[in-house]
């Protein structure tokens, strides 16, 4: 990945009864009757206060059903751990066989709640350049195939969109070979314009991270990708530099590109980016990392729309340090994010 980062597409449907149970779990069921009470296993995956947190956390997300299976298994401690993340809305990751599907029934419960749903979008054609993410769409017709479905989901119903993990800075990096970059380009602005036809969504470009590059190389590249009629780009997406250093980063590139606002994906940046090993590889399943800041509208900046959990904590960013494929749950990873974060 060129030392950006391992993103991972997430995969989920509709719940199963497997995953119902583990809701059941997470509503209260402990295997002690100590509900309520200080120490208690017991959890409910409850909305943070809307007035800083308006992002909706899913009660059947893989976390919280980990969670689940823990407190069935007995084990309330690790259970404890995980409802760190279980608590939290992280982003959701279209699944393009299920792409309509999935955008509705994610943006349908977060509306009956009053909260905002947040959706990545990863099915670029030609994603990842053949590393652990590789794969995307077959082909243009079929990612604008992708896109419709998902506004069709989405509806007048209020989103947040992260468009494309990767795709820009892979046409500036070499990755992407010359002859895929126009239609990218066109893609990618065809994306933007269609999910921002829509009456409540919002769309934020990836555009790096405060460890790659700089401004200079990626502004006009996002001027040609739709950055105009977005509502602005995404940083630190699946990394790990601090929030100080994205923030510094993104208002670099603000100025370059007329003003706009940003996100930052402070999911596992609590202890700032991994040093060690081989440079190439110190995005992927770094060790020693923790949570960060929690999901807020309430930043250090006025230009920073928004912290967000856009990697979800606890999966994986490929095969590497023992990990397993990129975007499935490794629950010692998981534990570990978790432990290393402030109660």
Same mark, same amino acid.
Request: with cysteine; glycine share 12%; hydrophobic share 35%.
């Given at each position: 990945? +060129?030392?950006?980062?391992?993103?991972?597409?997430?995969?989920? #449907?509709?719940?199963?009864?497997?995953?119902?149970?583990?809701?059941?779990?997470?509503?209260?069921?402990?295997?002690? #009757?100590?509900?309520? =009470?200080?120490?208690?296993?017991?959890?409910?995956?409850?909305?943070?206060?809307?007035?800083?947190?308006?992002?909706?956390?899913?009660?059947?997300?893989?976390?919280?059903?980990?969670? #689940? =299976?823990?407190?069935? !298994?007995?084990?309330?401690? $690790?259970?404890?751990?995980?409802?760190?993340?279980?608590?939290? %809305?992280?982003?959701?990751?279209?699944?393009?066989?299920?792409?309509?599907?999935?955008?509705?029934?994610?943006?349908?419960?977060?509306?009956?709640?009053?909260?905002?749903?947040?959706?990545?979008?990863?099915?670029?054609?030609?994603?990842?350049?053949?590393?652990?993410?590789?794969?995307?769409?077959? !082909?243009? !017709?079929?990612?604008?195939?992708?896109?419709?479905?998902?506004?069709?989901?989405?509806?007048?119903?209020?989103?947040?969109?992260?468009?494309?993990?990767?795709?820009?800075?892979?046409?500036?990096?070499?990755?992407?070979?010359?002859?895929?970059?126009?239609?990218?380009?066109?893609?990618?602005?065809?994306?933007?314009?269609?999910? =921002?036809?829509?009456?409540? @969504?919002?769309?934020?470009?990836?555009?790096?991270?405060?460890?790659? &590059?700089?401004?200079?190389?990626?502004?006009?590249?996002?001027?040609?990708?739709?950055?105009?009629?977005?509502?602005?780009?995404?940083?630190?997406?699946?990394?790990?530099? @601090?929030?100080?250093?994205?923030?510094?980063?993104?208002?670099?590139?603000?100025?370059?590109?007329?003003?706009?606002?940003?996100?930052?994906?402070?999911?596992?940046?609590?202890?700032?980016?991994? @040093? $060690? &090993?081989?440079?190439?590889?110190?995005?992927?399943?770094? %060790?020693?990392?923790?949570? #960060?800041?929690?999901?807020?509208?309430?930043?250090?900046?006025?230009?920073?729309?928004? +912290?967000?959990?856009?990697?979800?904590?606890? $999966?994986?960013?490929?095969?590497?340090?023992?990990?397993?494929?990129?975007?499935?749950?490794?629950?010692?990873?998981?534990?570990?994010?978790?432990?290393?974060?402030?109660?």
């Amino acid at each position: 990945m +060129y030392g950006s980062r391992g993103v991972g597409a997430f995969a989920g #449907g509709r719940a199963s009864a497997a995953v119902l149970g583990a809701a059941l779990l997470l509503a209260g069921c402990s295997s002690g #009757g100590d509900d309520g =009470k200080e120490g208690s296993a017991a959890a409910v995956v409850t909305q943070q206060p809307k007035e800083a947190d308006p992002f909706w956390a899913n009660p059947q997300g893989v976390a919280a059903r980990e969670v #689940g =299976k823990l407190l069935g !298994d007995g084990r309330k401690s $690790e259970a404890q751990q995980l409802r760190k993340i279980a608590e939290q %809305p992280v982003a959701e990751w279209i699944n393009p066989e299920q792409a309509e599907e999935q955008a509705r029934e994610f943006t349908e419960s977060a509306d009956e709640v009053g909260r905002r749903a947040v959706l990545v979008l990863y099915n670029i054609p030609h994603r990842d350049c053949g590393q652990y993410s590789q794969g995307g769409a077959a !082909d243009g !017709d079929a990612y604008r195939d992708f896109v419709d479905a998902v506004a069709e989901g989405i509806g007048d119903r209020p989103a947040t969109v992260v468009l494309e993990p990767d795709a820009v800075l892979h046409l500036v990096d070499g990755c992407t070979p010359k002859e895929f970059h126009e239609e990218r380009y066109d893609l990618l602005d065809g994306a933007v314009s269609k999910l =921002k036809g829509l009456k409540d @969504t919002k769309v934020y470009l990836d555009a790096g991270n405060a460890g790659w &590059g700089n401004p200079d190389q990626i502004h006009e590249p996002l001027k040609r990708a739709g950055i105009d009629q977005a509502d602005g780009f995404a940083v630190n997406v699946s990394n790990f530099y @601090t929030t100080e250093d994205s923030i510094a980063y993104g208002k670099e590139l603000s100025a370059k590109v007329g003003g706009k606002h940003f996100v930052v994906d402070t999911s596992r940046n609590g202890n700032g980016p991994y @040093t $060690e &090993g081989d440079p190439d590889e110190r995005w992927c399943n770094p %060790p020693g990392r923790a949570l #960060g800041e929690t999901p807020t509208t309430r930043t250090a900046d006025p230009l920073v729309d928004a +912290y967000l959990w856009i990697k979800r904590p606890g $999966e994986s960013d490929g095969e590497c340090k023992g990990g397993p494929k990129a975007g499935e749950w490794w629950e010692d990873y998981a534990l570990g994010l978790a432990r290393a974060s402030a109660d």
